[in-house]
């Protein structure tokens, strides 16, 4: 069984809506993972369950770190057309070293790689809806080295595979929610975070103005985009994806109280002000503060995508409300307490 797509990060939030989708699809694709001997059985497992084909899922070692991919046996992936590097250090608090040797030195490794296959057909590169709209500021890694290495990891991306002459798409994803039937996630920080801070009463305000917007889009929904980006997008694409259904920020958090049973707070706080405020006294950490706007995004090229490939995103008020219930039947990922 000869893969014809690699997946890089296929064990993370993105990763795992998309390897059911593409082995759906008849694609036979390698996750590369660090453990391949402790992870291939539990991926495989997450496939079956969620509606995916196993049989066409080939679970391979390697490290997005290492030179080469780290693949011992990279003579068995020489027919991968495509290549989705999905994988990313997403955390915060990072310093500077450790997120650009994923973010950034990682991704150029992947798109070297890539470039040496016999024939590839395209590498689609996860980036960010607000670090694909920041062309013209420099990566600032005083206010946050997640957001910062992958600002400089989406250009040079850009200009490595314009060099190498690698067809490339970069997609822009929103917020990912949960899947938008059954709700589940495996993340739960970001809005996953101010969700549980709503539910345990201890947001006392909205973050923003009442024009800031924080889009979102649902797992399941993104995975399908992701897996006709191959066979839909031109060539040196960059693609915003996100639910334009989305409601301004104060009305989101509306919702999800009343989701919740418990009451929306009613004063505003500025992002301004939330920037001098110390993080004891608000309780958000700084690096999220970016992500509090009032942009638009173009959104016209996904859109375009979407209908060729025949896509239309669910229904958001019942995502958002499977994406709710299932934060909390889990306990936002925390251990639960007896």
């Known amino acids: 069984m000869r893969p014809d797509t690699l997946v890089i990060g296929g064990g993370g939030l993105i990763g795992r809506w998309l390897l059911p989708e593409l082995t759906r699809r ?22 079956a369950a969620h509606g995916g084909d196993p049989a066409h899922l080939v679970v391979t070692e390697g490290d997005l770190t290492a030179p080469g991919l780290g693949l011992a046996n990279a003579a068995g992936l020489d027919g991968v057309r495509d290549v989705y590097n999905l994988g990313a250090r997403f955390a915060f608090g990072l310093t500077a070293a450790q997120a650009r040797r994923t973010n950034v030195d990682g991704a150029l490794e992947a798109v070297r790689w890539a470039a040496r296959l016999p024939a590839p057909r395209r590498f689609v590169h996860i980036s960010g809806y607000r670090v694909g709209s920041n062309h013209t500021e420099a990566p600032d890694y005083r206010r946050g080295a997640y957001e910062a290495s992958k600002v400089e990891a989406h250009r040079a991306v850009l200009a490595l595979t314009a060099e190498l002459g690698l067809p490339v798409a970069v997609v822009n994803p929103s917020t990912v929610i949960g899947d938008s039937v059954t709700g589940e996630t495996t993340q739960y920080i970001g809005l ?11 947001l006392p305000a909205v973050p923003g103005g009442r024009d800031t917007w924080v889009p979102v889009v649902t797992a399941d929904h993104l995975a399908r985009f992701l897996a006709a980006v191959p066979h839909h997008a031109p060539d040196r694409a960059e693609l915003w994806v996100l639910d334009e259904d989305t409601p301004k920020l104060p009305e989101l958090i509306g919702h999800l109280a009343r ?9 505003r706080v500025p992002a301004a002000v939330l920037r001098l405020l110390p993080r004891a006294l608000t309780g958000a950490d700084p690096e999220t503060l970016t992500f509090l706007s009032a942009d638009g995004y173009p959104t016209a090229s996904a859109r375009a995508l979407a209908r060729a490939a025949g896509l239309q995103p669910p229904p958001l008020p019942a995502a958002l409300d499977a994406w709710t219930d299932h934060l909390v039947a889990t306990n936002f990922g925390e251990p639960v307490r007896s």
């Open 259 to 267: 989701r919740l049973g418990v009451p929306a707070p009613r004063l």
């Open 192 to 202: 996953a975070s101010l969700v549980r801070d709503l539910s345990r009463g201890k």
């Open 26 to 47: 008849g694609r036979t694709v390698a996750a590369l993972v660090r453990d391949a001997s402790t992870r291939g059985g539990e991926l495989r497992s997450w496939v």
